[in-house]
Structures are given as structure tokens and as C-alpha cells.
């Protein structure tokens, strides 16, 4: 099978730790020809391939300046996210979210979104499935990736017809830091990285890459969620 990330250029924000340095590593794997890693933290990488960008996404400056920096992209992969305990009585917490988990992917997407397009290329955002079903022990975190997934049902239905594709990862549990209090079975980085790649080169359109997600897959695409995105889709047209 012809392999489609082969010679290619992939951005992925958040790449100092967890899912993000996982993905780095995956796209590696794939073959790709250049991997921007966006990291709010100074990193090298042994590989050549590997170029590192100071990337915070909610600064506008060095989205910017990142932005210049690309000459070309086919992927873009919006891992970049926070995820707090919270009761919802701080509004900055919860604001802070939709700073990092929406607005974040928003920003980034409206840079390179002109690369995109030249190239036909994906977005990739990587959510949760407290997008779908908060988790109410972290519930500004779960009203941002529930935002970030309205965010890329928009994007799809807006971007489809320049010929740009938007799947949206929804993750379990994941053996990260970001998760490491939660006592329950966690998916290892690098498999959830790898069903990512496998997700986008399938073209699903939602990604389900862990056992616990995985579970709602096969009653997914024929689920009433999906159905109503398409029909409001059409309103487009």
C-alpha cells in the first residue's frame, strides 16, 4: 500500500511531552519528509528532520513568526491542550482552557490554513471523549474539548470544499502527565500516536485511539451525532 505521509510536512503543536513527543516519533515512522514540533520549551532532536518552533498557541507573535518560518505543509495536527481539576467557581480557569483548547487550535489553523489549502492537506485535533461526555471531576477542560469538537465540525463542513480534511481524535485515558492522578486503565502514548496515523491515513473522520474509545467506533458513523453534522453540513450547499 502506497504510504500517504511519505515525503510529506507535518506541524504538531505540544510536543515537549506525552501524546505530542509520541506523534513526533510516529511521524518519523510514517516516513515524512519535515516535522515542525511546536513546544513552548527549548528541544533538540537527533533526527534532521525535526525542526522545533517555539510555539505557544495562545500567543499570537509566535504563531506568527512560526507561520513564516513554514514554507509548506500537508498536516497540521492541533495536539497542543491543558486540563485542570476544577468545580467551575474559577472563570480564569475556565477561560484558560478555551484559550488553550479552543481558541489555541483556532489560531493555529487560521495561520497555515493558506498551506493547507495549496496542499489539500488535513487538520488533525486532538480532543477527548469528555468532548462528548464531560468529565465532570475536570469540567472546564471537557466544555473546551467539547468547543474544540463544534470547532471541527465547522472547519469540516467549511474547509471540505477546498479540499481539506478534518478529523477529530477523541481519546480515552492515555499514560501521560497530564493524566497521571486519574486512577483507571491508561493507553500508552505511542499506540494512541500510531492509531492517530492510521486514523488520518483512513480518512476517518473521528479517530477513536485507544481501547476506551475505540468501543464507540462501530455504532459511530451510522449514530444520530453524525447524521445531524451531515445534514447541517448540506445547509452549505
Given at each position: 500500500m502506497p504510504n500517504p505521509f511519505a515525503d510529506r510536512s507535518v506541524l504538531i503543536t505540544g510536543t515537549n511531552r506525552g501524546i505530542g513527543r509520541a506523534l513526533v516519533e510516529e511521524?518519523?515512522?510514517?516516513?515524512?519528509?519535515?516535522?515542525?514540533?511546536?513546544?513552548?520549551?527549548?528541544?533538540?532532536?537527533?533526527?534532521?528532520?525535526?525542526?522545533?518552533?517555539?510555539l505557544d498557541v495562545t500567543d499570537e507573535a509566535q504563531i506568527e513568526a512560526a507561520a513564516k518560518t513554514v514554507d509548506s505543509l500537508d498536516v497540521l495536527i492541533n495536539n497542543a491542550g491543558i486540563a485542570a481539576y476544577d468545580d467551575l467557581g474559577d472563570r480564569a480557569l475556565l477561560e484558560r482552557h478555551l484559550a488553550v483548547n479552543l481558541f489555541g487550535p483556532h489560531a493555529v489553523t487560521t495561520a497555515f490554513l493558506p498551506h493547507l489549502v495549496e496542499a489539500r492537506g488535513s487538520i488533525v485535533n486532538v480532543l477527548s471523549l469528555a468532548a462528548i461526555a464531560s468529565?465532570?471531576?475536570?469540567?472546564?477542560?471537557?466544555?473546551?474539548?467539547?468547543?474544540?469538537?463544534s470547532l471541527t465540525q465547522s472547519q469540516r463542513a467549511l474547509l471540505g470544499p477546498q479540499g481539506v480534511r478534518v478529523h477529530a481524535v477523541l481519546t480515552g485515558p492515555t499514560d501521560t502527565e497530564m493524566s497521571r492522578d486519574l486512577d483507571v486503565p491508561k493507553a500508552p502514548p505511542a499506540s494512541v500516536a500510531r492509531a492517530i496515523f492510521d486514523g488520518v491515513a483512513a480518512g476517518e473522520e473521528e479517530i477513536f485511539p485507544d481501547p476506551l474509545s475505540a468501543a464507540l467506533a462501530p455504532s459511530w458513523a451510522g449514530g444520530s451525532v453524525k447524521v445531524l453534522e451531515r445534514q447541517n453540513a448540506a445547509l452549505l450547499s
Open positions: 511521524a518519523l515512522l510514517r516516513g515524512v519528509q519535515r516535522v515542525y514540533a511546536g513546544t513552548r520549551v527549548p528541544l533538540t532532536h537527533a533526527d534532521p528532520r525535526v525542526t522545533y518552533l517555539s468529565f465532570p471531576i475536570i469540567p472546564a477542560y471537557s466544555i473546551s474539548k467539547a468547543a474544540a469538537f
